[in-house]
């Protein structure tokens, strides 16, 4: 049970004799970049098999690769705009995409003639969440809506905000959902009602990019335009416990590894940072000189349970596989 928030708790694991944490180090390495992709890449998906990711990107292609066979991707299905956001839909095999202009594009690999486009938010679709028998999505126009899976139509609408909707997480233990929007709050509503329950109201200094519920659902990860990373308490309100400028600018995305003990965040600034999920402490920092990283903007990222492999999409036309191996000393 954590006892000592932030960088109190840091402390007290690098002086405790018998932490095992403090023996704990990581190895990374860029195992492959995939490119073949004409414009920026925004979304990178769990694939059909595990073995497999999908990505979406500004050229409006959905394309598969093989983590066993990294350098070929498969275009799969296209869009004729950019995509903004992407999810996978293993039950019914379809793609729900959603676009820079607030398309959601309904799309069965190897069917076209089953694709349905439905013009339906405004200013681009940023996030999209599979739950249960339903999709979510969220547009720029401010609008949460659920879509029926099985009919591919919506069922409704709310508007949380006059500002765009960014970034979406769920916490199954707690029937909750925590929504990111551009106007600085972070939204909690009932996952079956979509009842406002709570508003952390301004989270962060602009734009909530990216939010992920611990494994545990006891603790919310947000991050933001401002660059700041920041936990909250969530048996407690959602009271913060955690605060720090943790890049240089926007954060992007955030993905916690299988197993919940380390995870990501990746940002404007092109690096990736690896954090101890305990003690919020920075274990790596993936960059372009050391590791021979993005040049761009990290757009995305996706942390495979398949070899406990963590993939980013950038701006700068590729995705990189990446190895992360837990070392411990004696």
């Not at 497999?52 to 690769?65: C, K, M, N, P, Y």
């Not at 990736?272 to 960059?287: C, G, H, V």
């Not at 050391?290 to 950038?314: M, T």
Request: with cysteine.
């Amino acid at each position: 049970m954590k006892e000592f928030p932030g960088r109190t708790l840091s402390k007290f694991l690098r002086t405790s004799t018998f932490c095992y944490l403090c023996h704990m180090q990581l190895h990374a390495k860029k195992i492959a970049q995939l490119t073949g992709h004409r414009a920026s890449v925004f979304a990178v998906e769990s694939g059909p098999e595990p073995h497999t990711i999908l990505s979406g990107a500004g050229d409006g292609w959905i394309v598969e690769w093989s983590l066993d066979d990294p350098e070929n991707g498969k275009l799969i299905a296209k869009v004729d705009t950019n995509i903004f956001s992407l999810k996978h839909i293993q039950d019914t095999e379809n793609l729900v995409v959603g676009d820079m202009h607030g398309g959601v594009h309904w799309v069965k690999p190897g069917h076209p003639e089953e694709t349905k486009d439905i013009a339906h938010h405004k200013d681009g679709v940023f996030a999209i969440l599979e739950l249960n028998d339903f999709i979510l999505t969220l547009g720029g126009g401010g609008k949460i809506t659920r879509w029926s899976k099985e009919k591919r139509q919506s069922l409704e609408s709310l508007q949380l905000s006059y500002h765009s909707l960014r970034s979406i997480t769920h916490a199954p233990s707690r029937n909750e959902l925590a929504i990111g929007a551009s106007d600085e709050n972070i939204y909690i509503l009932n996952a079956d009602t979509l009842e406002i329950k709570q508003t952390i109201t301004n989270a962060h200094g602009n734009s909530v990019f990216a939010l992920q519920y611990s494994p545990d659902n006891r603790y919310l990860f947000s991050g933001g335009r401002d660059a700041h990373l920041r936990v909250w308490d969530v048996q407690n309100g959602y009271q913060s416990v955690f605060s720090e400028a943790a890049h240089w600018f926007t954060i992007n995305a955030i993905a916690f590894e299988p197993g919940g003990q380390f995870f990501a965040t990746a940002s404007r600034d092109k690096t990736i940072r690896i954090w101890d999920a305990e003690d919020y402490s920075l274990k790596k920092s993936l960059d372009l000189k050391k590791y021979q990283g993005h040049i761009n903007s990290v757009n995305d990222l996706y942390w495979s349970p398949y070899r406990n492999e963590l993939i980013s999409a950038s701006d700068d036309r590729s995705l990189i596989v990446w190895s992360i191996e837990k070392i411990v000393s004696n």
